[in-house]
């Protein structure tokens, strides 16, 4: 039997969103100016526009593209994008291999009802034929899957100059991967990801032949007004300066700013890539490792940097029953939180029984090292128990 360990992590948060704050946040080191204020004041727009600004710069977006701040996190931000650029007259390939891409199939069938749609899907921890998909195609597809920790290799199967607009849900890959941004149309993320800021607000970047789509295209179906980005029949080009569609929360924009500010400290998102790259070589070496673990994505070059899942697997596990399987990892999630060990490591409701460790480059490396040991104790426990 494994022996407890005593040492435990300084800083326990392992959720794979909202993810952990940086080492050394403080409530205390937010600006406070703008708290009170309308977000249409000098003050509350030069912040918005702050952040914009800093995210466009960290993430090495070109000059000519457009970023703005989205309300209802990703979600928001993606489906403004399908709302707003995908056409009944035009074919669509929605590409996904875990819950929230398969999140966008559905609205593009149930929602959209495109007529000229195909679906690609892939279990977890597999990625679809995306080679197979034709360059005249507009594309909606996640970089890396945040339920899985199934990422997309490479963007070689889209061809630079081509004619469908590609629709990226970035939210889990951006500064911990770096984005190809000739051939991304429209980026999506969220502020609670990879930079471990609160949530509810999402960014929308888009380039120039994204922003014609929409000047060009009338949807024949409803848009919320919280999907309205034109004027007058052209892009609404405030969105992108700061005055968002509606009122955001001046507290998290601060949260965000801090940490934008914080990254670019360490080295701007190189360091941020280094950092989630250390910490998921931690925890992979980890699992090849241990016997009765493996990666839930089998294929080394698709597999993420940032929230990294893996599986149970052994004799005495498969001879479990499936109810007894998937009390395998929320009995060991419950003894770690009990002690205040790791919080919100266990797997996506929805994805096989499985753990799931946020390495994003927030987390720091030595609190992943003494996780490790507490996960084979509490295996044991619950195997011996």
């Known amino acids: 039997m494994t022996a407890e360990p005593t040492l435990k992590p300084e800083r326990p948060f392992f959720s794979s969103g909202p ?38 710069e960290m993430l090495g977006v070109p000059d000519d593209y457009l970023v703005g701040i989205m309300p209802a996190s990703d979600t928001g931000a993606l489906e403004c994008a ?18 929230f891409g398969n999140v966008w199939i559905q609205d593009a069938v149930k929602q959209l009802k495109l007529p000229q749609l195909t679906a690609l899907d892939a279990d977890y921890g597999e990625i679809p034929d995306l080679a197979s998909i034709p360059q005249d195609n507009d594309v909606v597809f996640t970089w890396n899957g945040t339920t899985s920790g199934a990422k997309i290799p490479n963007t070689d199967w889209l061809a630079e100059g081509r004619e469908g607009v590609t629709i990226n849900d970035a939210t889990s890959a951006v500064f911990a991967m770096e984005m190809d941004w000739a ?39 409803p848009l919320p007004k919280l999907f309205r980005m034109k004027k007058g029949g052209k892009i609404n080009e405030g969105i992108f300066r700061g005055e968002t569609i509606n009122t955001p929360s001046m507290l998290a924009t601060e949260d965000y700013i801090e940490a934008l500010e914080w990254a670019q400290a360490m080295g701007g998102r190189k360091a941020m890539f280094e950092r989630a790259d250390a910490n998921a070589k931690i925890v992979k070496d980890w699992i090849e490792a241990t016997p009765w673990l493996r990666n839930m994505v089998s294929d080394p070059a698709k597999q993420t940097n ?69 996960i084979e104790w509490a295996y044991e426990t619950v195997k011996n128990g």
């Open 306 to 374: 940032t929230g990294v899942c893996f599986v149970f697997q052994g004799d005495w596990y498969d001879s479990l029953s499936d109810e007894d399987k998937a009390g395998v990892p929320k009995k060991i999630v419950k003894l770690l939180e009990d002690r205040d060990v790791g919080y919100d490591f266990n797997g996506y409701r929805d994805a096989p029984p499985s753990l799931r460790i946020w390495c994003g480059g927030t987390v720091e490396q030595d609190d992943l090292k003494r996780l490790l040991p507490w």
């Open 183 to 221: 051939k991304l149309d429209a980026t999506t993320y969220s502020w609670q990801k990879v930079m471990g800021s609160e949530a509810q607000h999402g960014m929308l970047i888009l380039s120039p032949k994204a922003v014609q789509r929409i000047e060009e295209y009338d949807p024949e179906w």
């Open 19 to 56: 993810t952990a704050k940086h080492k050394g946040w403080s409530a205390s080191n937010l600006k406070t100016e703008s708290l009170g204020r309308s977000h249409r004041s000098a003050l509350g727009k030069s912040r918005l526009k702050y952040a914009i600004d800093l995210s466009k």
């Open 82 to 99: 399908m709302w707003t650029m995908l056409r009944p007259d035009r074919p669509a390939t929605v590409a996904a291999w875990e819950s």
